[in-house]
């Protein structure tokens, strides 16, 4: 096609030929059989001389006796004129001698492709600037990122507690009752924490506690934590605990709120140096807020222990069995939240309505209704189970389950429970 014309569209045209010809035959046929049918000006030479038309291309493929093959037309009219002449070709019905048949097959818009290669291009040019380039306030929070990224979780002894990475090489740890707790510590920027993991203190949190010259013990503010404290009190060496306000998790503070609790509780570098010379160990001292012990149970004939008091609170929880589909979106929910403090809502058919850090899961569902199933990193508490009341929740699973009074008939788990942990 000569330079003042732009191809816009390409016909294809498929052919079939009882009889060997050649390319120069079907040229032939195409301007000889169409000319005179649409008019002087829509002849295939005019059209060319115009600049309408450009170069015809013909393949050809011979076999046997018959010839095949595709003609492409490049064209530069509107798409009407094109079908015009694609329809013009189809009436061919000889190419020389021999009976012939001409079928449209397509008509290219030779914009679009060109639209798609340009986007493909302009992609292929932003993915190759991206790999070279690297931008100077990039690498600036890459470095910034990298100073303050949060030490890894982990585990200790042969129970496999949550803990931090300081856990092992510090002089000094902090006791918290479960593994959100650790992980809070961490985004806090306190690797040296471990998880007691339940009312019963493990054989290697004791045997720990011996080892290291300074020992904190940083619990919730609720009833249930109370219990713990005298546990611990009873089996291993404290030197200072502190508490997180009343009525709230060491999980749900917030870093700064964690750093403000324990900034008295740090032993100083002199102190451990002192304690590691004199191996000496000092008497628990509460901080926050004053110890309460566990009451006597007059019904019951006298003072209830802590593994008694545990057992009650537990006997206050439904352990049902949940069926296949449930349990297999627990397992895939239970992947997405773990070690994020987060809590997913679902509804009836198992349909994610939100997901929020688990400090704003109760005000959440104060506002939500038709919520069915609540899965959380964290623990299941007593707050939480009113809010999920109101909201119409049937299902509760979580790490832990806190101080319970009154369950509403919500059915509550554990991720340990499923197999999960």
């Not at 002199?270 to 012990?293: H, I, N, Q």
């Amino acid at each position: 096609m000569p330079n003042s014309g732009v191809v816009k569209y390409n016909v294809k045209i498929k052919f079939d030929v009882d009889g060997i010809v050649e390319k120069a035959d079907i040229i032939g046929a195409l301007f000889g059989q169409t000319e005179g049918l649409l008019g002087p000006e829509m002849n295939l030479n005019e059209l060319q001389r115009t600049s309408k038309v450009g170069r015809i291309e013909v393949t050809l493929d011979v076999k046997g006796n018959r010839s095949s093959g595709e003609v492409v037309i490049p064209m530069s009219t509107d798409i009407s004129t094109a079908a015009l002449i694609a329809a013009a070709i189809e009436t061919i019905d000889k190419v020389g001698p021999f009976n012939a048949k001409f079928a449209l097959s397509t008509i290219e818009d030779v914009r679009e492709i060109k639209k798609k290669m340009i986007v493909d291009r302009a992609k292929k040019i932003v993915q190759e600037w991206a790999t070279r380039s690297i931008s100077e306030s990039e690498a600036m929070l890459r470095d910034i990122y990298e100073a303050v990224k949060p030490a890894k979780l982990t585990t200790y002894g042969k129970e496999h507690l949550a803990c931090g990475e300081g856990v092992f090489e510090s002089d000094w740890i902090i006791l918290v009752e479960g593994r959100a707790d650790v992980i809070n510590l961490l985004r806090a920027g306190y690797d040296n924490a471990i998880a007691i993991e339940g009312a019963k203190i493990p054989e290697s949190v004791v045997k720990l506690c011996k080892e290291k010259s300074y020992v904190v013990a940083f619990l919730d503010g609720d009833r249930a934590a109370d219990l713990i404290l005298r546990e611990l009190q009873n089996t291993v060496k404290i030197d200072k605990v502190v508490r997180a306000p009343q009525n709230r998790e060491v999980e749900d503070l917030t870093p700064l709120e964690i750093q403000d609790i324990l900034k008295y509780a740090i032993p100083s570098e002199d102190m451990l140096k002192e304690r590691r010379s004199r191996g000496e160990v000092l008497e628990a001292k509460v901080e926050g807020r004053e110890y309460e012990g566990i009451r006597d149970d007059k019904s019951r004939g006298g003072a209830l222990s802590v593994r008694d008091r545990y057992r009650e609170r537990m006997e206050l929880v439904h352990r049902p069995a949940i069926d296949d589909t449930l349990l297999s979106k627990v397992k895939e929910v239970f992947s997405i939240i773990n070690e994020t403090l987060e809590a997913v809502a679902l509804d009836e058919s198992m349909q994610e309505r939100f997901r929020v850090p688990v400090s704003e899961i109760v005000q959440r569902l104060q506002s939500e209704k038709g919520i069915k199933y609540v899965m959380l990193d964290g623990i299941v508490t007593q707050r939480l189970l009113d809010a999920a009341s109101n909201a119409g929740v049937e299902y509760i699973i979580g790490h832990r389950i806190a101080d319970i009074s009154n369950t509403h008939n919500i059915k509550i788990l554990t991720f340990n429970q499923l197999g999960l942990v």
